[in-house]
């Protein structure tokens, strides 16, 4: 999923399905990352649209740009 970040867009996975009867928010949202499911309406992230194939295909390769800025 394309979903919104605090600097634009970020790629997302969707994690936990919430059936539609018991979803309380008439808006879809993300969870913010780093606070998994959790989040208070004001923080959650709004889910943009499905990401595209070329979008998933850079997921491996940015997975180790952050890897290698966490070591830095």
């Known amino acids: 999923m394309k ?3 605090d600097r634009g867009e970020d790629l997302g ?10 979803f309380k928010e008439e808006k879809p949202t993300a969870g913010y990352r780093g606070r998994g499911l959790a989040c208070d309406l004001d923080d959650c992230k ?3 649209r499905l ?3 070329e ?3 850079m997921l491996p390769m940015k997975a180790l ?8």
């Open 46 to 48: 709004r889910i943009i």
């Open 51 to 53: 990401a595209t194939d």
């Open 65 to 72: 740009e952050e890897a290698h800025v966490l070591q830095v």
């Open 13 to 22: 996975v969707v994690c936990h399905k919430v059936p539609q009867s018991e």
């Open 55 to 57: 979008e998933r295909a």
């Open 3 to 5: 979903v919104e970040a």
